[in-house]
């Protein structure tokens, strides 16, 4: 049977996922399937998958952001999380946690016996984190430094991953991705939070929303099944797979 562009790709990513993990393999000669060079936006890094220009990362010195007092309102983190369907003892992966505006939400919801893994790549808001989680008497919350291709969560261990406008954002995200993927448990739930690429009327930048279409072609080079999306949310989707 012809194999297609997302079958071929998901083909290399295995590849290249393999190679990432063989200590042998220089990083450097490792390849990427997918990622092209293009001009640079203003908000974007000069490199595209999938024809998407990817963002830049929003550095550490704005966290303050994250923790704005209108963000409630804007986001309704409150509905996002009764779309998780969470309960006590699931061990959930908040990747690109920052200050923990999620994971400390997460955490109350999975206590007792159930963990959040708060994943980042900038040491200073992992700081944070742990500063507002002990402020807060938060004890389950398990923060991981990350490097721009890998995760660094243990395979198999993770019932839930959740992605909450980092997807976008990611350097590197077929390798990442593959390395959340594997971090799941046989029938883990994976979850991209993303601004609305479709609405014109969400008032943020291009490049920091997604379209839903774009966010499952995406998601199909992995060992995940699309499950569902949802549009509960004032500006963004919550798009739900699960691995296969």
């Known amino acids: ?32 399937p997918g990622y092209e060079v293009v001009p640079r936006s203003a908000d974007g890094i ?4 999938m024809g998407r220009e990817i963002a830049g990362v929003m550095g550490w010195q704005g966290a303050a952001w994250l923790e704005r007092e209108d963000r409630e309102r804007q986001e309704r983190s409150d509905l996002l999380l009764r779309e998780l369907n969470l309960a006590p003892g699931l061990q959930v992966a908040d990747i690109g946690a920052g200050t923990g505006y999620h994971a400390r939400r997460i955490a109350r919801l999975v206590a007792p016996g159930g963990t959040v893994h708060a994943v980042d790549v900038q040491p200073q808001m992992l700081e944070q984190l742990q500063a507002r989680a002990r402020r807060e008497g938060i004890a389950n919350i398990v923060p991981v430094l990350a490097s721009e291709r890998d995760s660094r969560l243990a395979p198999s261990s993770i019932d839930l991953a959740l992605l909450v406008d980092v997807y976008h954002e990611l350097e590197y995200p077929v390798e990442v991705m593959a390395s959340v993927v594997r971090a799941l448990r046989p029938g883990g739930r994976l979850v991209l939070v993303e601004y609305r690429g479709e609405d014109p009327k969400v ?24 499950e569902r999306t949802s549009d509960v949310l004032p500006w963004q989707h919550i798009v739900v797979f699960r691995r296969d």
């Open 1 to 32: 049977m012809p194999r297609g562009p997302a079958s071929l790709l998901r083909r290399q990513l295995c590849l290249a996922a393999a190679a990432c993990f063989a200590p042998a393999v220089p990083a450097q000669l490792v390849p990427a």
């Open 203 to 226: 008032p943020i930048k291009t490049l920091h929303k997604m379209s839903e279409a774009q966010v499952r072609r995406e998601m199909a080079v992995h060992a995940v099944v699309y």
């Open 46 to 49: 000069g490199k595209s998958f």
